[in-house]
C-alpha cells in the first residue's frame, strides 16, 4: 500500500510540474506578444466605483485604458454582473488578457464570520480553516478571484486597530492560523470554482507601528524581524499563499513597498516565492510622503526595483515605468519578471480558458444562500466568545428566569455585529439577514420568559439621560444583561486610539446598574482588548464578544443559557492601563526583575501600577472545570536529533461537557542572547465530557527549540528547558525540565 500510495504522489508531482512547464511555456509566448505599455498594464490596478477601501485616484478613462489593455486587475467590484461587465471590456483589448477581480474578504463575504482577533480567540484551527473555505465559496461565486487576506501581522499593541484583523500576539499561534487561513481560502488547488487567491499581508512588521498608530514606523532588530514578525509569513507561504501585499510602514527608515531586503532578498531570494507581491492602497505613491523618494516617478523605480510587482491605485507604473525603462534606469527584464508572476496565476485561475468564469449567476444566487453557511457561522461565532468572569456562577442563565432586561447600546444593533472590515453587498438588508442581540435573546427565551428593553446611552458622548430608565427597567428584572463596548468602526484600518477605556459613559451606566443589587452581566463587543477596571473588579459575569457577524445574536444567546458552553481563550493580552502597552506575555527578563507583581525599589517595576495585564494571554473560563494531572516526560535528556514526548492527564471535573485549550509553555533558561521568560510552543483543544479524562500528549522536537542568535542563525543551544502545562500563560498547572545535549 506505501509503495502504491508513494508512486501516486510520485505522478501527481510529475502532473504538477508539467502542467507549470505548459503555463510558463504560454505565460513566455504571450510576454513576447506585448508591448511595453500592454506589460506596464498588467501591473496596473484600479479601483471600481462600487465602494472604496482608501483614497480614490479619479480616472474617467478607466473603461477606455481596459480596452487598451492598459490595466491589469481591479478590487471593490461587487457581483457578478459588475465583474463581467468590466471583463467584458477587458475581451476588447488587442491581447484579450483578462482581468484579475480582487476585494478585502477578511472574514466572511455574504455570511459574515466573528472578526479574525475573535476567530483566533477560538483556538480551533479547522473552525478558522472553515470559516475561509466559506468566504472563498461565497466570494468565487460572485465573481471574486483574490482577497486581500489574511492579515498575519504580529500585534503586540491594542492601541493600533488593525488589531481586529490578525490573531494577535504570538508568533506561533498566529503562524498556524496564518497557514490554515490560506489553505481555506485557496482549497485544494487555484482554479477550482470555489477557490480564490490568498494575499498574506502586510509585508512586513506593520503591527509594531510606533505608538500604535496606524501606518506610522517601525524600527527594530533583524533578529526581533526574524523571530517574531516573520514567521506568520514564512508559514502562509508554506501553505502555499499566491500573492504578498507589502505594507505602509517604513522598516529601519525604508518604506516597505520599496525595501529591496524585504521582497527581494527574503521573500523571492531566501524563500523563493514564486507568487506575485502587490503594493497596499496607494503605497508606492506614498513613499514621497515618507520622505524617501522625491516623486512619483522615483518611487516607481524603488518599488519596482524592490520587487513590488502590482501597484494599487497609485498610477505609479502606470505613467512611469515606460520612461524609465526608456532612460535605462529600469531593465525590461524587471518588468518582465513581474509580468509573468501575474500571468502565471491568471493563467493557473483559468482565466484565460474562459474569462467569465466566476461571472456565473446561478452559482453565485446558490452559494450566497446556502443555509449550511449559517450553521457554520454559527459554530465558529460560539467558539470565539470568552468568558472572562462568573462569580457565583451566574452563568449560565437559567432558563426558567421571570424577566430579563437586556439594557445598552449594543442590544438592537445589526449591521454593528458584523465588525469593521466586512463586506457589504448591495442587495442585502442587513437588518433582517443579521441577528442582533437582542432577536438573539429572543429566539431563545420561552413564552414564559418576559424581555425589558433599555438603551441607557450611546457607546460614546456624555449624554446620561437614559439612565433613569435603565435603572428602572433593571429593578423589574431577575437579572440584566448589559451589551455595551466600541463601535464597529472604532477598530480597524485607521482608527488607532490613544485611550483604550470603554468609551463615553458605558462604565457608568454598569455602575448604575450594578448599584440596583440585581444580578449583572456584562457583554464587551470590540475589535481589540478594552481597559473596563471597575467594571472586572465588581460585575460577577463578564463575556467578551468581540464582533461576531451574522449569528452574533444566536451565538451569544447559546453561551448565555448554557447551549454552548464558551471555550475562547485570549489571542491578547489585557492591559489594566494603557501606560503598561505595549505588553504581552513572552517577554524578556531583566536584570532586576520584580519578584512579585507589587514590587517596588530598584527593580523594573511601575511606582502607580502592577506589571502584571488585567487578562492575561491564553485566559479564558469554561462552564465546568478541568484538572490537570500526572505530567510525565519520556526522557530527562534529548539529543537535537531526538524528540521528547510530553504526556499528563486531562480531567473534566465540573458537571457539563466542556473544552478547554491546553497550552504548551518552554523556557530556555540560558541562552547566548536572552529569552522570554516563556514561549508557546503547542496546544490542543480538547472536548471532555462531564467525568472524563483523556491522556494528553505533545512532542518536543529541535525546532520547538530553536531561535535566532545574534548572528541570524537559526539554532538550538544545549542547556536547561523547562517544560509547563498551562491554561494560559499565567496559570500554569503543571511543570517540569530536561536537558538538550549535543
Not at 303 to 327: F, H, P, Q, W
Not at 493 to 515: C, F, T, W, Y
Not at 521 to 533: E, Q, S, Y
Not at 540 to 564: C, H, K, M, R, S
Request: glycine content about 8%; charged content about 25%; hydrophobic content about 40%.
Amino acid at each position: 500500500m506505501k509503495k502504491i500510495t508513494t508512486f501516486t504522489l510520485l505522478i501527481i508531482s510529475l502532473f504538477a510540474v508539467a502542467q507549470q512547464q505548459t503555463i510558463d511555456q504560454k505565460v513566455n509566448t504571450l510576454l513576447e506578444k506585448m508591448t511595453i505599455e500592454e506589460k506596464i498594464g498588467q501591473l496596473n490596478q484600479y479601483t471600481g466605483d462600487n465602494s472604496a477601501t482608501g483614497p480614490i485616484t479619479i480616472n474617467p478613462n478607466k473603461q477606455a485604458e481596459i480596452k487598451a489593455g492598459l490595466i491589469g486587475s481591479m478590487l471593490n467590484v461587487i457581483g457578478t454582473k459588475y465583474t463581467r461587465q468590466y471583463q467584458e471590456l477587458a475581451m476588447q483589448s488587442r491581447l484579450k488578457i483578462p482581468l484579475l477581480f480582487g476585494q478585502d474578504v477578511i472574514h466572511g463575504y455574504k455570511t459574515t464570520f466573528p472578526i479574525p482577533l475573535a476567530e483566533a480567540a477560538s483556538w480551533d484551527l479547522p473552525a478558522i480553516e472553515l470559516a475561509a473555505r466559506i468566504a472563498a465559496t461565497e466570494a468565487a461565486a460572485s465573481g471574486i478571484h483574490w482577497t486581500f487576506a489574511p492579515m498575519v501581522d504580529i500585534a503586540r499593541d491594542p492601541r493600533w486597530g488593525r488589531v481586529m484583523e490578525g490573531a494577535g500576539e504570538d508568533t506561533y499561534l498566529g503562524s498556524k492560523i496564518a497557514y490554515v487561513r490560506v489553505k481555506g481560502f485557496q482549497g485544494n488547488k487555484l482554479g477550482d470554482l470555489n477557490s480564490v487567491m490568498a494575499c498574506v499581508k502586510h509585508f512586513a512588521a506593520y503591527g509594531a507601528a510606533t505608538g500604535g498608530r496606524d501606518y506610522n514606523s517601525v524600527d527594530m532588530s533583524e533578529r526581533m524581524l526574524f523571530e517574531t514578525y516573520l514567521p506568520p509569513f514564512k508559514a502562509a507561504l508554506d501553505a502555499g499563499a499566491a500573492t504578498f501585499m507589502n505594507s505602509f510602514n517604513d522598516l529601519n527608515g525604508i518604506p516597505a513597498t520599496g525595501n529591496v531586503h524585504l521582497q527581494r532578498d527574503i521573500l523571492k531570494g531566501k524563500w523563493n516565492f514564486q507568487g506575485f507581491v502587490v503594493s497596499d492602497w496607494g503605497s508606492i505613491g506614498e513613499m514621497v510622503a515618507h520622505g524617501y523618494s522625491k516623486d512619483l516617478k522615483a518611487a516607481a523605480l524603488s518599488a519596482i526595483t524592490a520587487g513590488s510587482d502590482m501597484d494599487m491605485e497609485s498610477n505609479a507604473y502606470r505613467y512611469n515605468l515606460a520612461e524609465l525603462v526608456k532612460e535605462g534606469k529600469v531593465s525590461v527584464d524587471l518588468i518582465d519578471d513581474a509580468v509573468k508572476r501575474i500571468l502565471r496565476k491568471k493563467f493557473e485561475l483559468g482565466l484565460f480558458e474562459d474569462p467569465y468564469r466566476y461571472s456565473d449567476e446561478k452559482r453565485a444566487e446558490k452559494a450566497l444562500n446556502n443555509p449550511e453557511n449559517r450553521k457554520a457561522a454559527l459554530e465558529v461565532a460560539e467558539k470565539s466568545i470568552v468568558l472572562l468572569k462568573n462569580d457565583n456562577q451566574t452563568l449560565p442563565l437559567s432558563k426558567n428566569l421571570k424577566t430579563i432586561a437586556f439594557i445598552g447600546p449594543m442590544v438592537k444593533e445589526y449591521k454593528a455585529n458584523m465588525g469593521f472590515w466586512s463586506v457589504e453587498l448591495p442587495d442585502v438588508d442587513y437588518d433582517k439577514w443579521v441577528v442582533s442581540q437582542w432577536d438573539g435573546l429572543q429566539n431563545k427565551v420561552g413564552k414564559n420568559t418576559k424581555l425589558l428593553y433599555a438603551k441607557g446611552c450611546e457607546v460614546d458622548g456624555d449624554n446620561k439621560d437614559g439612565f433613569a430608565e435603565a435603572v428602572a427597567t433593571a429593578k423589574q428584572a431577575d437579572v440584566v444583561i448589559l451589551s455595551i463596548g466600541e463601535r464597529r468602526d472604532m477598530s480597524g484600518e485607521a482608527k488607532s486610539r490613544s485611550n483604550l477605556h470603554l468609551p463615553g459613559v458605558q462604565e457608568d451606566l454598569v455602575k448604575a446598574i450594578q448599584a440596583t443589587g440585581k444580578p449583572v452581566v456584562v457583554l464587551i463587543n470590540a475589535g481589540r482588548p478594552l481597559i473596563f477596571n471597575w467594571t472586572a473588579d465588581n460585575v460577577p459575569a463578564i463575556v467578551y464578544t468581540w464582533w461576531l457577524g451574522t449569528e452574533a445574536g444566536n451565538a451569544i444567546a447559546n453561551v448565555l443559557f448554557g447551549d454552548y458552553n464558551p471555550s475562547g481563550k485570549l489571542p491578547m493580552t489585557f492591559p489594566r492601563e494603557v501606560g503598561q502597552i505595549p505588553i504581552y506575555y513572552n517577554h524578556f527578563s531583566t536584570g532586576r526583575p520584580a519578584p512579585n507583581e507589587d514590587a517596588t525599589g530598584y527593580v523594573s517595576a511601575y511606582i502607580d501600577l502592577k506589571n502584571s495585564p488585567k487578562f492575561p494571554f491564553g485566559y479564558g473560563l469554561s462552564y465546568t472545570k478541568f484538572n490537570y494531572s500526572g505530567l510525565k516526560l519520556s526522557s530527562a535528556k534529548m539529543k537535537k536529533k531526538e524528540t521528547i514526548k510530553v504526556s499528563f492527564q486531562l480531567s473534566n471535573v465540573g458537571k457539563v461537557a466542556g473544552e478547554e485549550v491546553v497550552q504548551l509553555y518552554l523556557k530556555d533558561k540560558f541562552g547566548s542572547v536572552v529569552r522570554p521568560i516563556l514561549e508557546l510552543r503547542d496546544f490542543q483543544k480538547v472536548k471532555l465530557n462531564a467525568g472524563e479524562s483523556k491522556t494528553i500528549e505533545f512532542t518536543i522536537d529541535k525546532e520547538k527549540l530553536s531561535f535566532y542568535n545574534d548572528k541570524l542563525e537559526w539554532i538550538a543551544e544545549p542547556g536547561d528547558f523547562e517544560v509547563m502545562i498551562g491554561a494560559s500563560s499565567a496559570d500554569i498547572k503543571l511543570k517540569s525540565s530536561f536537558e538538550l545535549v549535543n
